[in-house]
């Protein structure tokens, strides 16, 4: 049997109060943290390998990107990312291959201001623990 309801009838029974307000807000920040932090963890493949100057640094942060349809390309493109994957064209030397991907980096990095340029093939020399006689 169907039961009749009144049209003034309201399907919440009392107004809003203050806690329902303060859930309502915490369930938004919440929702935008988890977004937030899924596409940070999509993205970390690819700055890891413009921070590493990986020679495939594109492909390895399309690949992190792709993650977002299945788990198995961004484990993939985060392992690579870490992966020292010295490939030399044969068409360049290796200092023109060091350039070239020099220049790659930078086209990805314009919009970036926070990515710093990490020397790797250079390392860095450390100031002489020997004190010089005072003349």
């Known amino acids: 049997m169907i039961r009749q ?15 329902d307000y303060l859930a309502f807000i915490f369930l ?5 943290a988890i977004f937030s932090l899924i596409i940070w963890v999509l993205g970390l493949p690819g700055k890891i390998a413009i921070q590493r100057r990986h ?7 399309l690949m992190g990107w792709a993650g977002a349809l299945a788990v198995i390309p961004w484990i993939h493109s985060f392992i690579w990312a870490y992966h020292d994957s010295i490939t030399v064209d044969i068409r360049r030397f290796p200092e023109e291959e060091k350039e070239a991907i020099d220049r790659e980096i930078a086209e990805l990095t ?11 093939d250079k ?5 002489d623990p020997t004190p010089t006689p005072q003349a």
């Open 123 to 127: 390392p860095t020399r450390l100031p």
């Open 5 to 19: 309801v009144p049209a003034d009838t309201s399907l919440i029974s009392s107004a809003f109060d203050t806690y």
């Open 55 to 61: 020679p495939h640094a594109e492909t390895v942060k």
């Open 110 to 120: 314009k919009d970036d201001k926070k990515t710093k340029k990490v020397e790797i």
């Open 28 to 32: 938004l920040v919440a929702i935008v």
